[in-house]
């Protein structure tokens, strides 16, 4: 095993998803560190997980973003000062701009709770219902200045059950969330993932 994959999380909300590539760490399940986390909100539940586990937490705010080049010029320094390799997005409720893609191209991962290119924005799993679909899900792709367009990287599909509400399609679509998150970091972290010249993702 090589020296770990070195990221950096960036997280808006309840870092569910940051808890879970914690775990995953832990269990000796990716070989990676988490050298950073970024919340773009004092108040996110995420810095606790982070604070928790020892993580270098920078925390930002509002009038920060009044100037979003300005707030990921403040990603990009800490990012780097940390040695990050990747950025990993996990909740995170802001566009990036190129000051961060350029700085990290083709190593900043999102994760989305739809299958893209179906239901892009922030209301991907409440609009999947209300739409009436049978099966939505779950992708991980690679961001770029298109919001939610990035080349994907690996899609899981969540039933739409019968009887299900939107509180408990969202549920299982976060489990998968948990579960895939890990499963494609440990796949970066052990060299598995490659693109080809037409920007297609491959996992070996």
């Known amino acids: 095993m090589g020296a770990p994959l070195k990221i950096g999380v960036l997280l808006s909300g309840g870092g ?28 996110a539940y995420g810095i606790r997980r982070a604070e928790a586990a020892g993580i270098p937490v920078l925390v930002l705010n509002r009038a920060v973003y009044a100037v979003p080049e300005a707030a990921d010029a403040l990603i990009v320094e800490n990012m780097r000062a940390a040695e990050a ?17 350029d700085a990290f191209p083709d190593r900043v991962l999102n994760l989305h709770p739809a299958l893209l290119p179906s239901f ?59 579960q895939l998150y890990p499963q494609i970091i440990a796949a970066i972290a052990d060299g598995r993932l490659t693109m080809d010249e037409s920007r297609k993702v491959h996992i070996a």
Do not use: C, F
Not at 85 to 101: C, Q
């Open 16 to 43: 569910t998803n940051l808890q879970a590539i914690i775990d995953a760490i832990a269990a000796g399940q990716v070989n990676a560190q988490i050298v950073s986390v970024v919340s773009s909100r004092p108040d």
């Open 85 to 101: 390799d990747y950025i990993v997005m996990a909740g995170y409720m802001r566009k990036l701009t190129s000051i961060v893609l």
């Open 120 to 178: 892009k924005g922030a209301h991907a799993i409440q609009d999947a219902w209300d739409a009436g679909v049978k099966v939505t899900g779950v992708t991980v792709h690679l961001a770029n200045e298109d919001y939610d367009k990035g080349p994907i990287v690996a899609q899981r599909a969540v039933e739409v059950r019968e009887g299900d509400t939107v509180e408990t399609l969202e549920e299982r679509i976060h489990e998968v969330e948990h």
